[in-house]
């Protein structure tokens, strides 16, 4: 039994507990075996929380007993380092904060613990959400299940890693570019990044304030669904945290999507893109036509803008948000003989390369002389890019494009060119800039075995109908997933 509750999705294992064909001891020792066995390959944990994660899958079986059960508990996580967790290390893959133990938990984190989840361990990231490879760790890149000479995408690559290769049943990540999508898309896993404000950010390390959003990792779309009713709602601590109630969004699945207006932008079909995503991501296309669903043309043509836009207003707000970390308060703390001396010192060996560069890219933008013809611009480029979406969706229900160029690439390709990098972004980035939901899932893969990854984006709160459609998708497709053979 142990070896086939490793490939459970979250939704298969719920009604295993419930029936109580399984325990959640059971099922956390298998899935702390699995890290046992695999991460020395593939590093998708920072930190591994054994003792504690029994402790909540005791807690949790004798909820189960009760009856007083929810859709989540005994289901073990795996948790980006990203976010407080009280009383487990949160290093956000920095040295500057190696050693730091919250006193407090992330909003999401109080809200998994209320559901009875279990947390198996703490991913590897980039660098304060910084990259799109999971390489600016300062505990080493993960690697990709599918090919351990690639990475597993970023900045969550830890948390898509950690679920693709049976460590987990789910994971929380963040996506302020694409960081929960692109490694979505690179592991073969499904990614869901919500409406900004659907989910609360009190509590997860800030990055860039207006483009961070926190969404899960799953096996399926239906799991994402259940993931998103339990983490999404109010919260009185994040003053951007939408109250619009939340939808049992596992409810919307009914595989009902004839008749519904499919946007397919021409400006996200270009030249450059791999012909084996363009292939997947075009016969993706055309099954959700077959299955009912209209494609519609449409523009989005601030598009080729958005990467310089959304680096300047990310960095800008980097720049602020990361000014804190001076090892006064906590985290590392350099000797010096004086104030300044301390706070040089402690960022110099705190930071790794990518977070300076973008520091001193963001403060170079906001600075005397160039706030207006950088971080001011950016964001009225940033409005227009809104407002593209806003005309398109006034003529389709949905918008489909791919969600990266490529599939993974090599580890060491692109770190000697940051642009390259960046660019590998630049189907996720403007989703971020207009503030939408995007949820990516597998549509096939490429001939060397990497999976591709097809990105479905909706209007505001239109987390329903691109779960909706994706599951139909999911359920309906020829291709089926296949496990990385680790």
Known sequence: MAAESLTLTLAQAREQLARRDISAVELTRTCLDRMAAVESKLNAFITMCPREALEQAERADRRIAAGDGTPLTGIPLAIKDIFATRGVRTTCASKILDGFVPPYDATVIAKLRAAGAVFVGKANMDEFAMGSSTENSAFGPTRNPYDLARVAGGSSGGSAAAVAADECMAALGTDTGGSIREPASFCGVVGLKPTYSRVSRYGVIAYASSLDQVGPFTKTVRDAAIMLREIAGVDPRDSTCSARPVANYELSLNGEIAGMRIGVPREFFVEGMERDVDSAVQSAIKHLQALGARPVEISLPHTDYAVAAYYLIATAEASANLARYDGMRYGLRAEADNTLDLYNRTRDRGFGAEVKRRIMLGTFALSTGYYDAYYLKAQ???????????????????????????????????????????????????????????????????????????QLIGPPFGEEIILRAGDAYENTATIKRRAPSL
């Open 380 to 454: 009225k480029v940033r409005t227009l890019i809104r407002q593209d979406f806003e005309r398109a969706f006034e003529h389709c229900d949905i918008i489909v494009t791919p969600v990266a160029p490529s599939t993974a690439f090599k580890l060491g390709e692109k770190t000697a060119d940051p642009l390259q990098m960046y660019l590998s972004d630049i189907f996720t980035i403007s989703v971020n800039l207009a503030g939408l939901p995007g949820l990516s899932l597998p549509c096939g893969y490429d001939t060397a075995g990497m999976p591709i990854g097809l």
